[in-house]
Structures are given as structure tokens and as C-alpha cells.
């Protein structure tokens, strides 16, 4: 046993080596041993040793006591330590109380209700039309000498559009015109002849059978004068028709023949769209007309204008 007393006053970083003679085993008496600062051998007393100091010695007592204190550099890590888990402490104890946490907020899918189109959508290519479209041509025969319009052109009502050959037509005229001359010339005579004849039978001075003969003779002159007249107005027609003209306005689309032709009656010569009014014109099929609804919503647009 080592008396706590006998090791009072070692400095701190010193080891000290006990050795001993007795017995393993045997208590070492208080008194036995000497102060720090005796040093009488190495038999039964203590040797004040540094720590520094090589040992030299050999290990011979078995019962070998070594004595360590802390120094300094110990003692700083100790206070370092008890300082940062204070100042731990001071900062949880100033953390204000935790916020209580926000209420979730659950996702929710927002649609927009609109109109839409049901349905399968078609979408067809078609042309632009006037509701109505003329075919303008000449009622006779003969050579175009003169088209006054083109196509994209605007027409007024009663616009000369193109002009035939008129030559046949104004012979033809002047011919009615002599036929009817002598018509008339007849239908004088044959006037005065009734007359004159008309005045002897109420004088008994002629037969009625002669009388019945000029009277017949005046009808026939009469007829003839209507027939030239007749012919008058025929040739007077064809010539007015060797002049295509627009009973109404509107926009040439298209042209049949070009100046110099030889026309027949009733060949295109001009096409106009009439100024009422347009439809858009689209072949469809007989499957989508099959499958269309009784009031299908159309809408049409311009390829160059898709608004």
C-alpha cells in the first residue's frame, strides 16, 4: 500500500518509481518512506525521476507504481469543452418556439368550360361563284371583229361587249326595206282600184263580180305590205343582234372566243357574274354528305386569308 501522504507535493509532470526489497506482498510502512528530496541509494527509497529522463533501470520489482498527472494542455481541452457545450446550451434555451406548420395545401385541376366543335372536322377546297352567271353570245352567225371587255372587267347595262361583220345584215335590211316599197306601192293601187270600182256598182254601172275582183286584189296588197314589213323588221333585228350588248351589269369571268373568230349562234363569248350576290362552291363527296348532320355549322375562308 502507497500512502497518499508520501506522494504529497510532487510537481506536476514528475513519475515516480517505487522500488522495494520486501517481499511481494509486504505493506511499506508510512515511515519508510523518505521525503521528495531524499535520495539515500536506490534500496528501499524513492528516485525522483523526470518524465523526460530515459529509463536506464531494468524491471526487477514486479510491484512497479507510475504516476501521471495532467498538465496544462489537458485541463485547457477540459475548460474549451465545458465552454462550447455552455454557449450550446445558452444558444437552444434563446431559439424562439418552433412556428406550427402551414396547412397543406391540396392540388386541384382547374378546366376552363368552352364551346367547342363536335364531331369530325371536314375540310374541303372549293372556288367562289356569283348566285347567278350569264354565258353572253350572239344570236346569228358571222366573224367577231371586236371585243370591247377582258376578263376581271366590269360590265354596265347595255355596254357594247363585242361586235360582228354587219355587212350581210344591213344588204339584207335594205332589201326588206325595197320589198316593202313596192308593197305599199301595190297596196295603192289596189286601194284606188277598189274604190274606184266601189263607186260604179252603186251607179249600176259594173258588175259586182268585178267589184268582188279588186276587192280581193286590195286584201292581197294589203298582206303584201305586212310582209315586207315583217322582213323590214327581221333585217333590222339581225343587224342590231351583230352587236353583243349586256342586258345587266357585272364581272367578266371568262372569255370563249377572241377577235376574228368565226362564231356560231349561241357560242360563249363572254361569261359575267351578275352583281347580286355569292355562293362558295364545294364538291363534296357522298360519303361526308352521308355522314353530315341535318344543319351542319359551315365556315369559309380564303386560302389567301385564313382569318
Known amino acids: 500500500m502507497i500512502d497518499q501522504r508520501s506522494v504529497e507535493g510532487v510537481l506536476p509532470g514528475t513519475q515516480w518509481i517505487i522500488r522495494s526489497s520486501n517481499p511481494v506482498g509486504n505493506p511499506i510502512s508510512p515511515k519508510a518512506l523518505p521525503s521528495p528530496s531524499r535520495t539515500q541509494g536506490n534500496h528501499g527509497y524513492f528516485k525522483r525521476r523526470s518524465c523526460d529522463e530515459p529509463r536506464n533501470h531494468p524491471r526487477r520489482i514486479d510491484p512497479c507504481l507510475h504516476l501521471l498527472k495532467l498538465g496544462e494542455t489537458s485541463v485547457r481541452h477540459e475548460l474549451t469543452s465545458l465552454l462550447a457545450l455552455s454557449i450550446l446550451a445558452l444558444l437552444a434555451a434563446c431559439r424562439p418556439a418552433a412556428e406550427p406548420p402551414a396547412p397543406e395545401i391540396r392540388p386541384v385541376r382547374v378546366m376552363t368550360v368552352a364551346k367547342t366543335a363536335g364531331g369530325e372536322t371536314v375540310s374541303l377546297t372549293g372556288n367562289v361563284q356569283a348566285q347567278t352567271e ?51 306601192a301595190q297596196l295603192v293601187e289596189a286601194r284606188n282600184n277598189y274604190e274606184r270600182y266601189k263607186t260604179l ?35 333590222q333585228n339581225r343587224l342590231g343582234y351583230a352587236q353583243l350588248v349586256a342586258d345587266a351589269g357585272g364581272t367578266v369571268t371568262a372569255v370563249g372566243a377572241e377577235p376574228g373568230e368565226v362564231v356560231q349562234a349561241g357560242r360563249m363569248i363572254v361569261q359575267v357574274a351578275r352583281q347580286a350576290g355569292r355562293d362558295a362552291v364545294f364538291d363534296v363527296s357522298p360519303q361526308i354528305k352521308d355522314r353530315a348532320p341535318a344543319n351542319p355549322e359551315i365556315t369559309v375562308f380564303l386560302t389567301t386569308d385564313p382569318r
Do not use: C, Y
Not at 376581271?152 to 355596254?159: A, C, L, R, Y
Open 134 to 184: 350569264v354565258n353572253l353570245s350572239f344570236r346569228i352567225d358571222g366573224r367577231m371583229i371586236q371585243r370591247n371587255v377582258d376578263v376581271g372587267g366590269t360590265i354596265k347595262p347595255g355596254q357594247v361587249v363585242a361586235t360582228l361583220n354587219s355587212d350581210n345584215e344591213e344588204n339584207a335590211l335594205q332589201s326588206a326595206r325595197a320589198s316593202l316599197t313596192a308593197a305599199r
Open 201 to 235: 256598182l252603186a251607179q249600176r254601172s259594173v258588175a259586182e263580180a268585178e267589184f268582188d275582183r279588186f276587192a280581193a286584189i286590195l286584201k292581197t296588197a294589203q298582206s303584201q305590205v305586212d310582209s315586207a314589213q315583217a322582213q323590214v323588221n327581221i333585217a
